[in-house]
């Protein structure tokens, strides 16, 4: 029986950090493989080592003067390693990077040595053997992570080392050659161990205790959320709430195994539980997320619901420019394309022509949208949510340009002026959580 157990940047920020990870990760013997990232900020005006590698590999590349970002890195691991009084040598892992610091250092390697140096420092401080994961989470040479490679080799190293400590946000070609995740992808690492030893829970431990209902950038102190699918999850985190790493939903969801929000500052919370079995039924909206800067193309054309093909042709106009679409709202003679901003910038004018030469059609541009998830396993088959909904909104004064509902009942998506975006998720959280 295995619990994975991930910890973010914030949980490690400083030696005071790295203790409550050890008290955590000790007063539980199934938390038997632990992930961990880079060194996070230590408060608002630090910076993240990940960051600052960054940085690092861009001073080497442009050969600036690169010595005294690497001093700030060599001394932050230093420093938590003294700090907690740990009989380890982290000198000799920081001097051989630096020996290889000069223009051509491939950016992947250096940037992954974040998650490592935390990893050797980590594992000496728990006990728990180092498990590099270039050694066990291999990578398809087109990017994708192999599953069947990396199950083999972590079942293999996991049985014989008992209890590891893992970095995160990278792994290795077949070849050696190390690659990272995303940003934010030592969740991936973790979900992706979860999975290989079929663990019983993927705990994730942040500095918030558990997901919140809305973002608490606009809803000040809005509810946490108790319980939530996989499925939720995927619409709130498509919609921009930054939860978890989206790649990371996928290989826990297939075997079933929970996923734990918890909040190392706070460990006695019990945070949120994502897995297919939610209990708690009581409230129809299980959170609310959203984002700014889409565009509406409408396309209008007599006659054009009889036109065998139409929508056909008009999609595969995007295609042509590689645009992925949003939604399709459509009308008799009229329909809309909406899309993010950034997706058509570059090509907006020649798709517009293309539109109005291949389909014969008049189009118009509507453009400052902002898209609201409002989403809930429990909305299905609710009677007057929508009504709800959307009055709330208008006696708010907040005009509504497109909505648009799942087939699942599992998410209603409301299209709304940029301008509008913030007082509208108030409204909502207001009026109907
Ligand atoms: N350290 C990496 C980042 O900042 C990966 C992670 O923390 O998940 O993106």
């Not at 989470?137 to 599953?147: A, H, K, L, P, R």
């Not at 036109?307 to 595969?316: A, H, M, P, Q």
């Amino acid at each position: 029986m295995f619990v994975v157990t991930k910890f973010g940047g914030s949980s490690l920020s400083c030696a005071k950090q790295f203790k409550k990870v050890r008290d955590i990760v000790l007063s539980d013997p199934m938390r038997k493989i632990v992930v961990v990232s880079a060194l996070g900020k230590r408060d608002a005006n630090d910076s993240k080592i990940t960051d600052l590698l960054y940085i690092l590999h861009a001073h080497l590349k442009y050969s600036v003067p690169y010595e005294d970002v690497w001093k700030i890195i060599y001394d932050r691991y230093v420093e938590v390693r003294d700090d907690l009084k740990l009989d380890y040598k982290i000198e000799d892992e920081l001097d051989l990077i630096a020996g290889q610091l000069d223009k051509n250092i491939p950016q992947d390697y250096l940037v992954s040595r974040g998650e490592f140096l935390a990893a050797k420092l980590m594992s000496r401080y728990l006990g728990y053997e180092f498990l590099d994961a270039k050694d066990v989470i291999e990578f398809n040479y087109d990017g994708t992570v192999n599953f069947d490679a990396t199950g083999r080799k972590t079942k293999e190293k996991v049985a014989q080392l008992k209890k590891v400590v893992v970095p995160g946000f990278y792994g290795a070609y077949g070849n050696g050659v190390i690659k990272l995740f995303s940003r934010g992808g030592s969740d991936i690492t973790g979900s992706i161990m979860a999975k290989c030893v079929n663990a019983t829970v993927y705990e994730n431990w942040t500095d918030v205790s558990g997901i919140m209902v809305t973002d608490p950038r606009i809803v000040k102190n809005p509810k946490s959320i108790k319980e939530i699918t996989y499925n939720e999850l995927r619409e709130l985190s498509y919609m921009g709430a930054n939860v978890l790493h989206e790649d990371s939903i996928f290989p826990v969801q297939e075997l079933n195994i929970p996923i734990k929000i918890l909040n190392t500052n706070e460990p006695e919370c019990p945070g949120t539980i994502i897995s297919n079995e939610c209990k708690d039924n009581s409230q129809a909206i299980t959170g609310i997320a959203g984002k700014k800067n889409f565009v509406a193309i409408t396309v209008y054309k007599d006659h054009m619901s009889n036109e065998v093909g139409f929508l056909r042709k008009c999609l595969s106009i995007f295609e042509k420019y590689d645009i992925s679409i949003e939604h399709v709202p459509t009308g008799i003679d009229n329909l809309s394309i909406v899309v993010a901003r950034d997706q058509v910038e570059k090509c907006l004018y020649e798709l517009i022509v293309d539109l109005k030469q291949e389909l014969g059609a008049e189009v118009t541009l509507w453009e400052d949208i902002a898209l609201i998830a409002v989403v809930g396993r429990n909305m299905a088959h609710k009677c007057g949510l929508c009504g709800k909904l959307l009055s709330v909104l208008g006696e708010n004064g907040v005009n509504m340009k497109m909505i648009d509902q799942g087939p699942d009942e599992l998410n209603i998506i409301l299209g709304i002026n940029n301008c509008d975006y913030e007082k509208a998720i108030k409204v909502i959280y207001d009026n109907l959580m």
